[in-house]
């Protein structure tokens, strides 16, 4: 075995598919002569060669007749097959087993205390759940592998995990961070002398700049990558090179660059097992020719999308199929097909309702993570706040038996004192009233408050038939301010934004600080243009020039979402969910801008209001 396994490694470092061979010819001398665990053992490096290879199907073939020789009791190496069997089900769509064989494998690890196969079992869990939009589970588990790596000092599998909470922080919407993190799990990459691990990295980098539509840094790194994939017998890498500049140039609008980056990528496309990317490459495709009229080629191209999505089910692939279905309206139209672009453009907004409800539960997802951190903050505020009162109360007790042993002698003077108890104790009542309504820092109300408030008013003007607008507003790039200039000039920022957009309501209009840096308006009887018109007069005037904060100079931004009131509103959380769905495209469409939030169901317009900054 040991012979087997340096011979396997010195071919896997030229090349993945000569190791495959050579121990594909030694197999049935071991499985003649070797015992159980020397089987597993072979098949065990064997899966991880084919993982190399990116033979997925091969990998959980593997994984399964290795598995076959080893109890559940035995050894480490039980856990090793559960983790590539559970890592192959899932890139070939076998999702709820790979996630069984993942739960199997880590209880092993722990029965048998194996941290590095646990810190690797909460690394394979993290990523699953990202992947399936379960935020919370997925930050749990990598953040409990970053933590274990640290503790193994295994910069290795520290690097491989920074990857995967990159990704996570990218479905979150928190880029700096993402690419925070990306980039540290380059030089780890580097430091290991990984070659996949640095091509992965750089491709995290640049997707997620070209999220950020940056694609100055998106392209500089897809070029890294081109040039290490080079280096790498794995072809596939070379692929997602070549596409991911396609995408670039045909965002840019040089589609005749593009047409030749996703034809070079197409000579690789073999290499590519996953089902998501093979069928996006003809869809990219098919988009690239129409845009240069080529509509004949384009249709042919999409075609071959359609075949492959036509088995799979709509909730694995609903993205692709939303990219076909309009893609197909918009060929048919220019093929003068107008019925068949018009039904094909009707099917598209079906399926994008049936998405867009699976869109908003995992917005709600990312909402309850982002403000785990300012809940726990607020207990532990009630928590100080009850250990406050409990001492009270004890200084009131001890004042009371203090007064009955005055009482004797001194009813006057005690009876004046207890006066002034009571006077103090309505006062503290009324204080303590006040600021479980406030905010401390800003001095606005804060979101219970503003939520109970504005439940019952929303209830009363609607039935009414008063309308009700509401903007959710957020300062553009907060953290970037705490970190540049410290947490004090930061709350000199949210001090000035509080005043300033209190100096922009009217008396009736409720105004409160919700989250960190979000803030919330909500204005009775306002129209939507009037709402969105009060939402752009405060965003130019927050932004109209730098400002002195804390001896800092420096211009604040903020984003908006506006929505208002309609029959297809059934209540004032789904007002403010409008509204921030609005804020939610804002940020995404650049910051320092106003969105208004869908008006109805059935058809849709939304104003932009975008403004360079």
Partial sequence: MLDLIKKSES????????????????????????????????????????????????????????????EAKQLPIRAKLLYQL???????????????????????????????????????????????????????????????????DDPELTGTILSSLGNLYSYLGDD????????????????????????????????????????????FYYDQMLQRSKLSENKANLYF????????????????????????????????????FR????????????????????????????????????????????NIQSLTAKLQAQLGEWEEAYKAQQKYFELYVKA???????????????????RRETENKILEQDNAIQRLRLKEAQWQRRLQWMVVTFFAMTTCFFMYVILRQRRSRRLLAVLAETDSLTELHNRRFIYTKAEKLFKELRSKGITMSVIIFDIDL?????????????????????SSSKQQMREKDILARIGGEEFLAVLPNVEHDVALHIAERLRLYLAHKPREFNGHMFKVTASFG??????????FDQLVANADGALYRAKESGRNNVKAAEVDTSASEESNMTHAR
């Fill in 478 to 498: 907060f953290k970037s301010i705490n970190d540049q200039y410290g947490h004090a000039t930061g709350d000199d920022v949210l001090r000035w934004v509080a």
């Fill in 279 to 322: 069928t996006f490459h003809f869809i990219q495709k098919a988009q690239i020719l129409k845009n240069l009229g080529q509509i004949e080629h384009a249709v042919m191209e999409l075609n071959k999308a359609k075949v492959m999505t036509e088995k799979e089910d709509f909730q694995n692939v609903q993205n692709l199929i939303l």
């Fill in 11 to 70: 071919y896997a470092s030229s090349d993945a598919q000569e190791a495959i061979r050579y121990l594909r010819s030694r197999e049935e001398k071991v499985l003649r002569d070797g015992n159980a665990l020397e089987k597993a053992s072979f098949y065990n490096m064997l899966c991880g060669f084919y993982g190399d290879a990116r033979d997925f199907k091969k990998q959980f073939e593997c994984a399964k007749r290795g598995i076959q020789y080893v």
């Fill in 176 to 219: 700096e961070q993402s690419l925070m993190l990306h980039k540290k799990s380059l030089e780890l990459a580097k430091e290991v002398d990984n070659l996949e691990e640095e091509i992965t990295s750089l491709y995290n980098l640049a997707a997620t700049y070209t999220e950020m539509k940056d694609f100055q840094q998106a392209a």
């Fill in 356 to 374: 867009h409800n699976k869109d908003t539960k995992r917005h709600v997802e990312k909402l309850k993570i982002k403000f785990d951190t300012e």
């Fill in 86 to 152: 559970g890592f192959s089900n899932e890139l070939i769509g076998n999702h709820a087993e790979a996630l069984k064989h993942y739960t199997e494998a880590i209880q092993l690890a722990k029965a048998l205390d194996l941290k590095q196969l646990i810190a690797e079992g909460h690394s394979f869990i993290g990523s699953y759940y990202a992947d399936k939009n379960k935020y919370a589970d997925a930050l749990e588990h990598l953040k409990k592998a970053y933590k274990m790596s640290l503790d193994l």
């Fill in 562 to 571: 506006v929505a208002t009131w309609s029959e297809a509103v059934p209540s």
């Fill in 241 to 276: 090179s070549y596409a991911g500049l396609a995408e670039i140039f045909l965002v840019k609008g040089k589609e005749e660059v593009a047409l030749s980056y996703i034809d070079e990528a197409e000579v690789y496309l073999k290499h590519v097992q996953e089902y998501y």
